[in-house]
Structure formats: C-alpha cells, structure tokens
C-alpha cells in the first residue's frame, strides 16, 4: 500500500469554526489532491497541487484553501465550516501528470460532521 | 463538460458468475482511465490502470479494456467471489484543460454466496 496517511480520521466540529485537515505521504509523489465524497455525486475534486507552493482549484473550491510548505504534507482547512461540507475527505497522491506514473493512489478518508 | 458514467448503479449476481462493469466517458481524449475498488466506510483501493495507447490490462481475475472511440471501459471479473462485494469506481484522466481526474459515481456490487 502507498504511504498515505489522513489525520484527524474522524472530527466533528460547528458550523463557523475552521478546520484542518492533513495528509501524510511517504512516497515523494509529485501531484497531491483532495476529494469529497457524498452520495450521489461520486468523487469531486477540491483542490491539488503540483509541487511544493504549487496548487490549483478543483471543481468544488469554494470555502476551502490548501497550503503545501513540504512535499510530504498537503493541507486541507475550512476557514469556516458549513453543514454543506459535511462529507468525507480523501488525499490521494500520483507520481506525475503524464503516464508512466499517473496512477493515483488514496489515503483512508476523514469523516468530517459539521454541526 | 467532461463526464464520467457508470451504469448500473448497483448489481447483485450469484458466486461463480462472470460480470462486466461499465464506465462511459464523454471525451475520447484520455490520458488514461484508473478502476477502483472501495470497500465500505474505506478508501480506494487501485486496481487497474489503463493508458490511451492500450486496450487491456489484466491482473488475476480481472480484465479492464478500453475503447476510446465509442468512450467505453469494461471491467471483467471472472468467477465472482462474495470477498469482491464493493463498490467499483472508474476515473478518467482527461487531456484537455488541467490534470484532473474525473470520476464515476460507482457500481454498488453484491455477490451472493
């Protein structure tokens, strides 16, 4: 399995208080993402990033931002949580954009409850 | 708009059957196209990754092709277990625009024993 490890796995948390979340890799991967998954919609993306300091909006950015100040970690924070941000959190990471080496790979999720 | 699309949302089949899974995709324009398995209340679990230049790939029981043309992957699963119970999601990873993969919403499989 890839190194990838999520912290907290579970939180709840009221609505208009920030959280973070943060993922772990052990691998040096390159390109690092975050997802959401609710029922009905599948996977979404967030945020990624392409490097350290190099990051990018995904389909549902709003009310989310993203820091990446070493390649290992990836940062995930709410600046201030909704009801409609309950979900559950992914990190997933890949080598690169461009095959050989774009096979993604998930960390285990944070089930994140906003009250 | 680039979409993914897997039909049926859910599947029951008796252990012991062979079955197709089916991932649509809108865009012929794919770098690659990556099937998961996610077991409930875990994450994703790899289990074959195809790029645009191949049609299959295979490992142990499972079989995944793809057809750019007509959009379409299938993943096989050979003489099914009640262990390969999950949900099954496919991702493709889209040429145009920025890299970002774009994911079905999954087929809930059951087999029964």
């Known amino acids: 399995d890839a190194g990838i490890t999520q912290s907290p796995r579970h939180k709840v948390t009221e609505t208009g208080t920030p959280v973070t979340l943060r993922c772990h890799q052990t691998?040096?991967?390159?390109?690092m993402y975050w997802y959401r998954q609710d029922p009905g919609h599948g996977l979404r993306l967030i945020h990624y990033?392409?490097?350290?300091?190099?990051?990018d909006k995904g389909e549902v950015s709003d009310g989310y931002s993203v820091s990446r100040s070493k390649t290992e970690d990836f940062l995930l924070t709410l600046e201030s949580a909704t009801s409609s941000q309950t979900s559950v959190y992914f990190c997933?990471?890949?080598?690169?954009?461009?095959?050989?080496?774009?096979?993604?790979?998930f960390g285990p999720g944070t089930r994140l409850t906003v009250l | 708009k680039q979409e993914v699309t897997q039909i049926p949302a859910a599947l029951s089949v008796p252990e012991g059957e062979n079955l197709v899974l089916n991932c649509s995709f809108t865009d012929s324009a794919i770098y690659n196209l990556q099937w998961f398995r996610q077991d409930p209340g875990k994450g994703l679990t790899s289990l074959l990754l195809i790029q645009s230049s191949q049609r299959e790939q295979t490992s142990g029981r499972l079989n995944a092709s793809l057809d750019k043309s007509s959009g379409r992957s299938t993943l096989y699963i050979a003489a099914s277990q009640p262990g390969d119970s999950a949900t099954y999601l496919c991702?493709?990873?889209?040429?145009?625009?920025?890299?970002?993969?774009?994911f079905g919403t999954g087929t809930r499989l059951k087999v029964l024993a």
């Open positions: 991702a493709a990873l889209f040429t145009s625009g920025t890299y970002k993969y774009i």
């Open positions: 691998e040096n991967h390159r390109y």
């Open positions: 990033s392409y490097g350290v300091k190099d990051t």
């Open positions: 997933a990471i890949s080598e690169a954009e461009k095959y050989p080496g774009n096979e993604q790979f």
